[in-house]
């Protein structure tokens, strides 16, 4: 029902459009540094871990570019980092919509004539369609970036050795693979946050409750849907 | 004009409103009074839609409110301005911005149009030049008056205030009574204001409702209200010190 509400036509696309460039900042802009920095380190972590790993000398050193790129790529950037933002961007959204709601604010909206299912979730949901693969984009390269510099530095291989193992075997699939989950990871976050937020009752203490709630029921949902996207298209 | 018929409301096993009608007029200041908890503030809810309600009909300008399809409830809440009793401004915008909106979602004026527009409205409730302000830094009279300018941007032909000046100073909550009945008088809109403040009953009830046990109890305006012989209103009038010493003047 709420949904069908978000996606109903908008009253007036010059203020949807607005809401969207404000939201795609607020969700996606704001998230870089924190995303930036995970992803930096888990780069580096995933490299230095795989080096202290890997002690049969059969096993050419580039696996390890090779390794942290598959990481990456397949798992850390689409799942692990969208569960962070399930962290960041769903409490966010849960908790401002539901200070809307305890506070008269979403009233106010009603009474006006507007659609406040659709004013403010629609652009949320839009925003974060737009702006997350951007930004698992950026995280994907800071990972490779954060592993090259931290296993070289480390002396776990050689630059070329590492730059070398990251182009072994690429097939770009994985990448439509990665963006489809982004996708839908977005869309969970952003949807689930906003309906709890959304059906907020009572006072502060409830924001708090829906805030967490927002944050466990995408997290929970975001690692279901990984798996079965996993299981369509890596399953063969 | 706004006519309630009947309209009855119950939360759980507790009916909260039982069988209440009656008549807003346009240009005058409507009153719907009583103690807290006997249901006022729920029948303001159920008039503009925010509850849903049991039986009963209300009739904008002779419009069915609660039977009328989705789109056409939008297009009456297009012309109805609401003052909430905590103000309800949206936090993330500035006042203009808050004004604006209204304009923005409804209005194809130009942007100088829109502007004029907010500073007239500001202007209106005494806030010109606090166009950059957010919510937060406001007072609580301030949001209030702020909250009043954003219900008239559009122009409303019905106004509803939720407890315009509870948790106001007594200089304050006059101030913005006048804003009210000058802004009722003026553009000839049908106000409704809940209540149980008893100085903006005697300042501005034209048209006064009082509700007990969420029932109609007494109908009348702010000279009859001095003079009630019934019961349960007289007890409500005159529970405060100062109301009481006007009951003595008044019969001496």
């Not at chain 2, 009656?22 to 346009?26: A, L």
């Not at chain 2, 609580?140 to 409303?156: C, V």
């Not at chain 2, 019905?158 to 948790?167: H, I, Q, R, T, V």
């Given at each position: 029902m709420l949904m069908m509400r978000v996606f109903k036509r908008p009253q007036k696309w010059s203020v949807y459009y607005k809401q969207i460039i404000f939201e795609i900042d607020n969700i996606g802009i704001s998230s870089l540094p924190i995303v930036a920095i995970i992803s930096i380190f888990m780069g580096g972590i995933i490299t230095i871990q795989s080096a202290f790993s890997i002690s049969n000398p059969l096993l050419p050193l580039y696996v390890l570019g090779f390794t942290a790129r598959e990481s990456i790529i397949l798992e850390f950037s689409p799942t692990i980092v969208c569960l962070i933002l399930a962290g960041k961007v769903g409490s966010n959204i849960a908790s401002e919509i539901g200070a809307m709601r305890i506070t008269e604010q979403i009233d106010a909206l009603e009474i006006m004539g507007i659609n406040s299912a659709g004013y403010l979730i629609f652009p949320k949901i839009i925003a974060a369609i737009i702006i997350f693969p951007f930004l698992i984009a950026i995280s994907m390269f800071l990972g490779i970036l954060g592993g090259y510099v931290m296993g070289v530095s480390a002396g776990a291989c050689s630059s070329y050795q590492y730059v070398y193992g990251i182009q072994t075997y690429f097939e770009p699939n994985k990448l439509y693979y990665s963006f489809t989950k982004v996708v839908v990871f977005a869309f969970i976050i952003t949807s689930i946050s906003s309906y709890f937020g959304y059906n907020t009752s009572g006072g502060a203490l409830e924001v708090g409750k829906s805030s967490t709630?927002?944050?466990?029921?995408?997290s929970v949902l975001i690692l279901l849907f990984g798996l079965i996207l996993t299981n369509i298209f890596l399953n063969h | 004009m706004i006519e309630i018929k009947n309209i009855n409301k119950t939360f759980g096993d507790r009916q909260i409103v039982k069988d209440v009608s009656?008549?807003?007029?346009?240009s005058q200041t409507n009153l719907v009074i009583g103690e807290s908890g006997c249901g006022k503030t729920t029948i303001l809810k159920l008039m503009v839609g925010l509850h849903q309600l049991d039986s009963g009909s209300v009739l904008f300008d002779g419009l069915d409110f609660p039977k009328l399809n989705q789109d056409d409830q939008q297009d009456v809440r297009k012309k109805i301005g609401m003052l909430f009793q905590g103000g309800a401004l949206f936090d993330s915008q500035t006042l203009e911005e808050n004004v604006r909106f209204p304009l923005d979602m409804f209005t194809d004026l130009s942007i100088k149009e829109k502007?004029?527009?907010?500073?007239?409205?500001?202007?209106?409730?005494?806030?010109?030049?606090?166009?950059?302000?957010?919510?937060?830094?406001?007072?609580?009279?301030?949001?209030?008056?702020?909250?009043?300018?954003?219900?008239?941007?559009?122009?409303?032909?019905?106004?509803?205030?939720?407890?315009?000046?509870?948790?106001?100073d007594p200089k304050t909550a006059i101030v913005i009574d006048e804003l009210i009945k000058d802004i009722t008088h003026e553009y000839n809109i049908t106000t409704i204001i809940v209540s149980h403040d008893m100085n903006s009953v005697i300042e501005i009830g034209d048209n006064i409702l009082f509700i007990h046990k969420g029932e109609n109890w007494w109908t009348g305006n702010k000279s009859e209200i001095l003079h009630t012989t019934n019961k349960e209103l007289f007890n409500f009038v005159f529970a405060g010190e100062f109301m009481k010493s006007v009951f003595k003047v008044q019969n001496k």
């Open positions: 709630k927002a944050v466990v029921y995408s | 009656f008549k807003f007029f346009p502007l004029d527009r907010v500073n007239f409205c500001l202007q209106r409730v005494q806030l010109e030049g606090k166009n950059g302000l957010y919510p937060a830094e406001l007072s609580g009279g301030m949001k209030k008056r702020a909250a009043l300018a954003r219900a008239i941007a559009n122009n409303p032909r019905y106004l509803f205030c939720d407890e315009p000046n509870s948790g106001l």
